[in-house]
């Protein structure tokens, strides 16, 4: 049981922060349907970057390929999904190891850290935490050899000297940054733009069915009320994904960023297990021991970041196949719910768990659900998909802050990223604590 995420985190970020951008922000950050003119000509920048197919090689990949807007920024294919669950590099026949998790609201994860009260890790990027923020994240795949594979960070850089939006990549960040920067600071501008985007309103826009619900703006029907009911009760979900806002009004994001082994089972249709063996020396005993393996620590083996459960339901068409937890095994939300209720009842309708160690018998396995009301929990996640709402930030609105729409400098994007993070994660503006204003 995680404590409640009004707690979790440090807020020293916050103090630069100022209590009036707060006030800015809880108004604008619910945003769907955006059209370009709302995003910060930085923003723009990174939206333009992370659509672009000519950033792979060979070309054809972007980081939409595998972080589609349609299905919540997570895999957009239907047929993958269900068969595999990873998606190919560039390069043919190359493949990871995990599903993508969704990109969305993935900027809130702070750094990681242990939490000693609690006694776990919490935060960082990816399913195993491996990399501290999103700008670096963003470099990660670009030159992985399973991923986009390019040959070098200057090879990256060459292809946005010659993109359509050099021109926008000029006026950001000066006419001179991309010709006359090194490689690794002009490939960093690059990853801090791609950043951007991903912290954008455009991305994580706090639109589903129960935010309106939260703003007393729309009714759950009978079924998404008795499966909130169970998902905040009986079933314990909120114990690792938290459903209620702060209490500075900010939007629950599903997830406390903790580590967790669900006892997840096999995928056996992971492309991985079969990699040569200069990828994969494990051949089929391959197994992901997710936190563990980057902290070479016994006591973490098999864990994996707690996702968001905002958007899991979100896809084109109601055929549409999403998979499932880190290797993707699951093919539907009924599936996961059956699993985490019945797993340790019924344990031979599910695979065994790929990592035994440390899988949390305590939370979850035996929550005595009835099949109904497994379909209720479903019904209620099917109300955490953005785009329910489409509440565009109106004429009169204030302005999403100066400093995500001024050009130029890293600085302003950090800023950008304090203000995103005030309306999430304030947790203490006692009046001992007041920042100052954000420099202009
Ligand atoms: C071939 C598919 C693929 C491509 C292309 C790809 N990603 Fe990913 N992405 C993944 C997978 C798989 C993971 C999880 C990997 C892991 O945990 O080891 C991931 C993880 C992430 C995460 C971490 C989210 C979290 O909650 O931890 C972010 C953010 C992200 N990708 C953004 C990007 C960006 C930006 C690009 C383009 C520069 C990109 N991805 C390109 C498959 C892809
Ligand atoms: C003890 C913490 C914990 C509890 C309690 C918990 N979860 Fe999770 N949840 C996780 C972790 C960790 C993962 C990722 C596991 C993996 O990928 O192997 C996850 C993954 C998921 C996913 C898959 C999301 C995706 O993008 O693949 C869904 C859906 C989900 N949980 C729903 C629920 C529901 C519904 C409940 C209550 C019945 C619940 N969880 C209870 C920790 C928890």
Redesign the pocket.
């Known amino acids: 049981m995680h404590h409640p995420f009004t707690n979790l985190f440090s807020l020293s970020q916050m103090a630069r922060s100022g209590r009036w951008l707060l006030t800015c922000i809880v108004l604008t950050v619910s945003a769907n349907g955006l059209s370009a003119a709302d995003l910060s000509p930085l923003e723009q920048l990174g939206k333009q970057i992370f659509f672009d197919k000519n950033l792979s090689s060979p070309a054809g990949q972007s980081c939409a390929s595998c972080h589609a807007p349609e299905v919540g920024f997570t895999g957009p294919d239907s047929n993958t999904n269900l068969k595999t669950a990873v998606y190919q590099g560039a390069a043919p026949g190359r493949f990871g190891n995990r599903k993508p998790?969704?990109a969305a609201y993935a900027s809130f994860s702070p750094k990681r850290e242990y939490d000693a009260k609690d006694e776990t890790w919490i935060g960082g990027q990816f399913?195993d935490g491996r990399v501290d923020d999103l700008v670096e994240q963003a470099k990660g795949p670009f030159l992985n050899p399973l991923e986009m594979n390019n040959a070098s960070a200057a090879d990256v850089v060459d292809k946005v000297k010659h993109a359509t939006y050099r021109g926008l990549f000029a006026k950001v960040y000066g006419p001179r940054a991309l010709t006359e920067s090194g490689e690794e600071e002009a490939f960093d501008l690059i990853a801090r733009a791609i950043a951007a985007y991903e912290a954008s309103r455009e991305v994580n826009a706090f639109s589903s069915k129960y935010d309106a619900f939260l703003a007393g703006q729309a009714k759950l029907t009978a079924a998404e009320q008795r499966g909130l009911d169970l998902?905040a009760n009986k079933?314990?979900?909120t114990?690792?994904?938290p459903h209620q806002k702060g209490a500075d009004g900010s939007p629950p994001l599903f997830t406390d960023f903790s580590y967790?082994n669900?006892g997840?089972p096999r995928n056996p249709g992971n492309p991985f297990y079969r990699a040569s063996s200069s990828v994969n020396a494990a051949g089929a005993k391959y197994r992901d021991v997710g936190l563990g393996a980057i902290l070479k620590d016994d006591s973490q083996l098999g864990k994996?970041k707690?996702?968001t459960?905002r958007n899991?339901a979100k896809r084109p068409n109601p055929q549409f196949v999403k998979a499932?937890?880190?290797n993707g095994t699951f093919k539907s939300?009924k599936d996961?719910?059956a699993f985490?209720n019945r797993r340790d009842k019924n344990p031979e309708q599910f695979g065994a768990p790929e990592v035994i160690e440390n899988v949390?018998r305590e939370?979850?396995g035996k929550?005595g659900m009835t099949d109904a009301e497994e379909n209720d929990?479903v019904a209620f996640?099917e109300t955490l998909s953005d785009g329910y709402v489409d509440n565009r930030p109106s004429q009169n609105e204030p302005e999403f802050p100066a400093t995500s729409r001024s050009n130029t400098s890293q600085d302003h994007f950090r800023g950008a990223r304090d203000v995103i993070r005030v309306v999430r994660f304030r947790t203490d503006m006692s009046p001992s604590n007041q920042p100052s204003p954000l420099p202009r």
Do not use: R
């Open positions: 998790p969704s399913w998902f079933a314990g979900c114990a690792c994904h967790d669900v997840t994996v707690v996702p459960l899991v499932y937890l880190h939300l996961v719910v985490y949390n939370e979850l929550l929990v996640l």
